[in-house]
């Protein structure tokens, strides 16, 4: 009937032992047959389908006039020959088009739990940057990869667009809020990652020095030319030409008064870079000019910036003028700790959207450990001429306008983009408040990380990008994982800002214990919890726990010494804050025989050759190399 078919192996109960992960992002029609086994068996495909990453649009479309026990081959033949294929086709299609989507499956899991970054969304070089600087530093890996995506969106900036459809073109304009108290390494992280790009504002502002000595130079010359023009037997003719005042190059600003941006951007084309190691400064500039109960005229402009749209300020020190700017692009990245967030994101910025515009990433606390790991410097090398690659895109001069040039999606991107718009806007209905506001956002954000990270991979050279004005399937299934990943952080951090002071409490007991490795005792607790040092007050927390489900007291055997053995208090589940999920294929029970291979033939004692997470030889190269001193490559 000319759709694309396919189906699992060994019969309709044994649908989980194939591999389903071909069908991610894609729409998929189950046809059961008709009867019971059949339409089990599609139950179990639907459940299956939705828990891949990104899910599919699921439909399971019933075969009319299907006779008992019948499938779609018997459906085919009660046709009769002489029946057209594309009739029958018309059929299914029409079928298909009055049935609803399966409602995504909701997650079993435990929404505040925190789940690993998708490191392998990430392309070379940057994902084992990424996890490189994370183990050197000691910080969790989203504390690189976030503001390291912002830095990258802005480096592309105003260069290219891509286009979703006709009149639907989304810029590479990302906003992140890296969220931690103090202590937990996100400003080392902050900095490593905006090295490259303050290093290269900083040769800028240098080159500006010395070209503001030669206009100082230059500008005698012409005042003395003028005098002369001016004097009563002075040469004839039109007057010297003032030479104009060079500007510099601006790349990264940390000023976040509009007024202030305003001349910097109508200098810069292609956009800025906001990047501050506190973004409390950005929240407070809102409010500057504003009077009490009044939105301020800032955070409007702001709005504006997101979608890289017109901006025009009236000036009001200085000089008074009106600045225009045609394409104003910033993206934003900085840190900001949870109470300052709570504090920060009041009434009128969750209601205006600017909350969610923001990138979330709050990962737990967990101890610091020593480590003597450091980055390579070629590796940082790296880094920085990829950055230098992105930077060289230029816009395209059209009539003397500068304009975003449109990247296009491929055939297989666009299904990819399809299913996943389909799929959240089917979650989004089902929502209300701060959360819907964010799920609109997050809807184009992965568009917006796949242009990310297609033009990584273009920068990289990755071989496998056939044309930089494509968007492929690789790129929009990374940028959807992506938003999934922080659609999740999303629903975590908006659900602590609601939590109330027990319910916090609580939280940081539960991510505390699964920082000692999920079992604790009651005076353990007691004496590494500050804030449940009185008498009693640890086991009566520890009992809340129990009571809420979150664990169990499991009695430990008899010590040699004897006495009486303390009881352990034990997390229900073992927490995965600090481990790495299994894949899909892993939970189904899928084996990797080139890996068991490699394993069995490989004595233990033998040193990790990929220890970045590379899927085969082909993938390491000299340009991908990584300092690991606990890792001896072999002669």
């Given amino acids: 009937?000319?759709?694309?078919?396919?189906?699992?192996?060994?019969?309709?109960?044994?649908?989980?032992?194939?591999?389903?992960?071909?069908?991610?992002?894609?729409?998929?029609?189950?046809?059961?047959?008709?009867?019971?086994?059949?339409?089990?068996?599609?139950?179990?495909?639907?459940?299956?389908?939705?828990?891949?990453?990104?899910?599919?649009?699921?439909?399971?479309?019933?075969?009319?006039?299907?006779?008992?026990?019948?499938?779609?081959?018997?459906?085919?033949?009660?046709?009769?020959?002489?029946?057209?294929?594309?009739?029958?086709?018309?059929?299914?299609?029409?079928?298909?088009?009055?049935?609803?989507?399966?409602?995504?499956?909701?997650?079993?899991?435990?929404?505040?739990?925190?789940?690993?970054?998708?490191?392998?969304?990430l392309p070379q070089p940057i994902r084992g940057f990424v996890a490189a600087g994370a183990k050197a530093i000691g910080c969790d890996p989203s504390y690189l990869a976030l503001p390291l995506l912002v830095a990258l969106g802005a480096a592309i900036g105003n260069t290219r667009r891509l286009e979703l459809k006709r009149g639907w073109a989304v810029p590479p304009i990302l906003w992140g809020a890296v969220v931690g108290e103090s202590g937990t390494s996100k400003t080392p992280a902050f900095k490593l990652v905006m090295q490259p790009v303050r290093e290269r504002q900083q040769r800028s502002l240098n080159r500006h020095a010395e070209e503001e000595k030669r206009h100082q130079e230059v500008l005698a010359v012409w005042e003395k030319d003028l005098a002369n023009w001016k004097r009563p037997k002075g040469a004839a003719g039109d007057p010297p030409t003032k030479p104009v005042m060079p500007q510099a190059e601006r790349f990264v600003v940390s000023d976040t008064t509009v007024e202030a941006l305003a001349p910097i951007l109508v200098a810069s084309p292609r956009g800025l870079l906001l990047a501050r190691d506190e973004l409390a400064g950005w929240f407070g500039s809102f409010d500057r000019y504003?009077?009490?109960?009044?939105?301020?005229?800032?955070?409007?402009?702001?709005?504006?910036?997101?979608?890289?749209?017109?901006?025009?300020?009236?000036?009001?020190?200085?000089?008074?003028?009106?600045?225009?700017?045609?394409?104003?692009?910033?993206?934003?990245?900085?840190?900001?700790?949870?109470?300052?967030?709570?504090?920060?994101?009041?009434?009128?910025?969750?209601?205006?959207?600017?909350?969610?515009?923001?990138?979330?990433?709050?990962?737990?606390?967990?101890?610091?450990?020593?480590?003597?790991?450091?980055?390579?410097?070629?590796?940082?090398?790296?880094?920085?001429?990829?950055?230098?690659?992105?930077?060289?895109?230029?816009?395209?001069?059209?009539?003397?306008?500068?304009?975003?040039?449109?990247?296009?999606?491929?055939?297989?991107?666009?299904?990819?983009?399809?299913?996943?718009?389909?799929?959240?806007?089917?979650?989004?209905?089902?929502?209300?408040?701060?959360?819907?506001?964010?799920?609109?956002?997050?809807?184009e954000y992965a568009a917006r990380l796949a242009l990310v990270i297609h033009f990584t991979r273009w920068a990289a050279r990755d071989p496998k990008l056939a044309d930089s004005a494509t968007l492929d399937e690789q790129s929009m299934n990374a940028g959807i994982t992506l938003a999934n990943w922080f659609k999740r952080e999303a629903r975590r951090v908006y659900a602590m800002l609601g939590e109330s002071e027990a319910d916090r409490e609580k939280r940081r007991l539960v991510e505390w214990i699964a920082g000692k490795g999920s079992s604790v005792t009651a005076r353990k607790v007691q004496q590494g919890c500050r804030w449940l040092r009185e008498h009693g007050t640890a086991e009566a927390a520890l009992e809340e726990l129990v009571k809420s489900g979150r664990g169990s007291w499991r009695m430990p055997e008899q010590s040699e010494k004897g006495g009486r053995p303390s009881r352990v208090f034990m997390l229900s589940t073992v927490s995965t804050v600090y481990e790495t999920p299994p894949t899909h294929a892993e939970e189904l029970g899928f084996v990797d025989v080139d890996t068991v291979d490699a394993a069995e033939a490989q004595p233990a004692s033998e040193p990790e050759l990929f220890p970045f997470g590379f899927n085969n030889p082909d993938d390491l190269d000299g340009d991908q190399l990584f300092a690991n001193p606990q890792t001896q490559l072999p002669d």
């Avoid at 299907?66 to 499938?71: F, M, R, S």
């Avoid at 230098?388 to 500068?402: I, V």
Wanted: charged letters at 25%.
């Fill in 290 to 443: 504003a009077g009490k109960g009044m939105a301020s005229a800032d955070a409007a402009n702001w709005l504006s910036m997101f979608n890289a749209e017109p901006l025009s300020v009236d000036r009001k020190t200085g000089t008074p003028r009106t600045i225009s700017v045609p394409q104003a692009a910033v993206c934003v990245c900085g840190g900001i700790q949870f109470g300052i967030l709570q504090r920060a994101l009041g009434t009128d910025h969750r209601e205006s959207g600017l909350a969610a515009r923001l990138l979330l990433c709050y990962p737990p606390r967990k101890p610091k450990e020593w480590t003597e790991a450091d980055i390579d410097p070629g590796a940082q090398a790296k880094l920085a001429a990829l950055f230098d690659r992105l930077y060289g895109l230029q816009m395209t001069d059209h009539f003397g306008e500068l304009l975003p040039e449109l990247v296009r999606l491929s055939p297989s991107g666009k299904a990819a983009w399809i299913g996943y718009f389909n799929t959240h806007a089917i979650e989004q209905a089902d929502m209300t408040g701060d959360l819907s506001a964010a799920w609109s956002k997050l809807e």
């Fill in 1 to 121: 009937l000319g759709f694309t078919a396919t189906t699992s192996a060994g019969g309709s109960q044994v649908a989980a032992k194939t591999d389903w992960r071909p069908l991610a992002g894609k729409e998929v029609w189950i046809l059961p047959d008709n009867d019971v086994a059949g339409r089990t068996y599609a139950e179990t495909v639907a459940g299956i389908l939705a828990k891949l990453s990104p899910p599919p649009v699921v439909k399971v479309v019933e075969l009319p006039d299907l006779p008992d026990k019948g499938d779609i081959v018997d459906w085919i033949a009660a046709h009769g020959d002489g029946e057209k294929p594309e009739v029958m086709r018309a059929e299914i299609e029409a079928g298909a088009e009055e049935v609803e989507p399966e409602a995504p499956e909701p997650s079993t899991g435990d929404t505040m739990q925190f789940q690993p970054f998708p490191l392998d969304a």
